[in-house]
């Protein structure tokens, strides 16, 4: 007789946080704040995207925006961010590879009912795990720097395909790295992702970060669009 049971684990937790996910994205939107999940390896260039981000942002009328930066340890982006006059809140996941609801309604809870037009997270440097945790946000990025190398999209597709953009980021070292084959990423993701956004950034000049910027405006508008039909 065979008695062996299969447990879905994996599966029952990503359920649950799917569920919580989507009732905390319906309350954000109700709230009309457009919540976007940045994520991509150590280093790709998240915190200084966000601030060239959220710098653009502002150059059209005065939204509030708010950050909450997730790291393993340290609060290093959170004093970063709070230093450029935007109000953060530091997750400290303790080791944990990457967010989930738990942790993103807490952190969440820390600005005390403060309301925002854009609440970014910036998840843990980690191209990975965060692809499998939905963090209740309206619209989810990755970044991929350009020292990393155009392959990634090839090692790690299951990133690619579940993303609404990929910024290519630092793009002032093309120059430096001309095995970066931009045309190549860019096939093999929309072959991974037909409806992706690619944006070419550079925080460092400036480079594509209007364009982004302009995107991310676009889609709060669309999110909020949505809840009036
Ligand atoms: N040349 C160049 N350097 C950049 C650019 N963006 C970020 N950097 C540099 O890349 C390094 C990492 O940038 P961060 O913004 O801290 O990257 P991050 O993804 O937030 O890093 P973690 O949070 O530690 O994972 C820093 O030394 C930045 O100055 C860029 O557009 N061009
Ligand atoms: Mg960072």
Redesign the pocket.
Same mark, same amino acid.
């Given at each position: 007789m065979n008695d062996t049971q299969f447990i879905e684990v994996k599966k029952n937790i990503l359920d649950h946080n799917d569920r919580i996910a989507d009732a905390f994205r319906a309350e954000r939107t109700k709230d009309r704040t457009f919540l976007m999940d940045i994520m991509? #390896?150590?280093?790709?260039?998240?915190?200084?995207?966000?601030l060239a981000l959220i710098a653009a942002l502002r150059r059209e009328g005065s939204p509030e925006i708010g950050v909450i930066e997730a790291?393993l340890e340290s609060d290093?982006?959170a004093l970063k961010i709070k230093a450029a006059g935007i109000p953060s809140v530091e997750l400290n996941t303790k080791g944990v590879c990457h967010v989930e609801m738990g942790m993103m309604k807490q952190a969440y809870s820390a600005f005390a009912g403060r309301k925002f037009d854009y609440l970014f997270l910036?998840n843990i440097?980690n191209l990975v795990c965060p692809a499998d945790f939905d963090t209740g946000c309206h619209r989810r990025v990755m970044?991929l #720097?350009v020292p990393e190398g155009w392959d990634k999209v090839c090692k790690y597709p299951p990133m690619f395909g579940i993303v609404d953009a990929l910024i290519v980021?630092?793009?002032?070292?093309l120059p430096l790295n001309p095995d970066f084959d931009m045309q190549a990423l860019c096939d093999h993701a929309r072959v991974l992702n037909p409806r992706l956004q690619i944006f070419v950034?550079?925080?460092?000049?400036g480079e594509g970060i209007e364009e982004a910027a302009a995107w991310i405006r676009s889609q709060r508008e669309e999110v909020l669009a949505s809840q009036t039909k």
């Open positions: 991509g #390896s150590p280093g790709a260039g998240k915190t200084s995207l966000l790291d290093v982006d910036e440097g970044l #720097s980021t630092k793009c002032d070292y950034t550079s925080a460092r000049t």
